[in-house]
């Protein structure tokens, strides 16, 4: 295949059990170059990694703050796998969520062990944040979604907005259970084929996460952030960066502001490039699929390699 390639790294949603196993990266977690690494995501979330993602318990797993860094943590380890196992340079890279974390480490803009420590803390004040809800809006067009939620919302304490711009087919809203249902139903009512709640009490990319953002603001203050090596498109603006100096700003907003995946899509389509899911599961490829891209590949395939290397 040719070097080039876009890299997506997958967020919140895309961790299951034994997802080192089952994605075929136990090996290189096992290899000592990485047990830094390791250790740093044992200690900051109390328990062994490898032993709760091998064995569980699953609802572990499934808590925002110790999924975030064990995510990022599985990435990083896809991410160094592909790159050691076959001639690629990345020419682009995107996260969706917490995935541009995973992005940041690829692109040597920041350590794993920076990036672990920031999403530990990302997650910690996600689930101090008022609790909501999120649901998935099926087969309605987004600036439709978003009119009925500006009707759902009936001020600060009951708000709900479009969350997760996810394919013109799919949009997540996020916010009060009140709202979110209000939202739900009038989307029905407007020709939605289907509206799925999501397990989830946390209300991501919603205006609930303001004041967690606002304090995230401290952790991030801490981190240089370096220029990337690889240029990033971040979900805010569905840009790269000109400066280092942006990216804390561009995370920040990320929180209680839109994943515009179908923008980033769209920007993908132009590439003409294959399109690599680097971490676990295949939520992205069925987004890709869902946003009619092509030539797109996930490094948790059991025939990834074999797949990528006969490509082209």
């Known amino acids: 295949m040719s070097s080039s390639a876009f890299l997506a790294f997958p967020g919140q949603g895309s961790q299951h059990l034994s997802m080192l196993s089952k994605g075929g990266i136990l090996d290189i977690a096992l290899s000592s170059k990485?047990?830094?690494?390791?250790?740093?995501?044992?200690?900051?979330?109390?328990?062994?990694?490898?032993?709760?993602?091998?064995?569980?318990?699953?609802?572990?797993?499934?808590?925002?703050?110790?999924?975030?860094?064990?995510?990022?943590?599985?990435?990083?380890?896809h991410y160094n796998k592909l790159v050691n196992s076959i001639d690629i340079s990345p020419?682009?890279?995107?996260?969706?969520?917490?995935?541009?974390?995973?992005?940041?480490?690829?692109a040597n803009s920041i350590s794993i062990t920076e990036a672990l420590q920031l999403v530990r803390k990302r997650g910690e004040l996600m689930e101090l944040a008022p609790t909501g809800s999120m649901s998935a809006i099926m087969g309605l067009e987004q600036d439709i979604i978003s009119e009925i939620c500006l009707i759902a919302s009936h001020g600060n304490n009951s708000h709900v907005q479009c969350a997760n711009l996810n394919s013109p087919n799919q949009t997540v809203i996020s916010g009060h259970d009140d709202a979110v249902e209000r939202a739900q139903d009038l989307c029905i009512s407007e020709g939605a084929k289907r509206s799925i709640k999501l397990k989830v009490s946390i209300a991501s990319h919603s205006k609930l996460m303001v004041e967690a953002a606002d304090e995230f603001k401290n952790t991030l203050n801490t981190v240089e952030f370096k220029m990337p090596d690889t240029k990033i498109i971040h979900n805010v603006s569905v840009d790269s960066v000109s400066l280092p100096e942006d990216i804390p700003s561009l995370l920040i907003s990320q929180l209680h502001s839109p994943v515009r995946w179908v923008e980033t899509c769209h920007f993908i389509s132009t590439l003409n490039l294959p399109i690599i899911e680097c971490g676990p599961g295949k939520v992205l490829s069925g987004l890709f699929k869902a946003n009619k891209l092509d030539n797109y590949f996930s490094s948790s395939d059991e025939d990834f390699y074999e797949k990528i290397n006969n490509y082209g």
Do not use: F, R, W
């Not at 990694?49 to 990435?75: A, H, M, R």
């Open 91 to 106: 020419t682009y890279m995107a996260g969706h969520s917490l995935g541009e974390y995973s992005a940041l480490v690829a």
């Open 34 to 77: 990485y047990s830094q690494a390791l250790e740093c995501c044992s200690e900051l979330i109390s328990h062994d990694v490898l032993k709760l993602i091998e064995e569980g318990p699953e609802d572990l797993i499934n808590q925002t703050s110790i999924t975030q860094p064990l995510l990022v943590l599985c990435s990083y380890l």
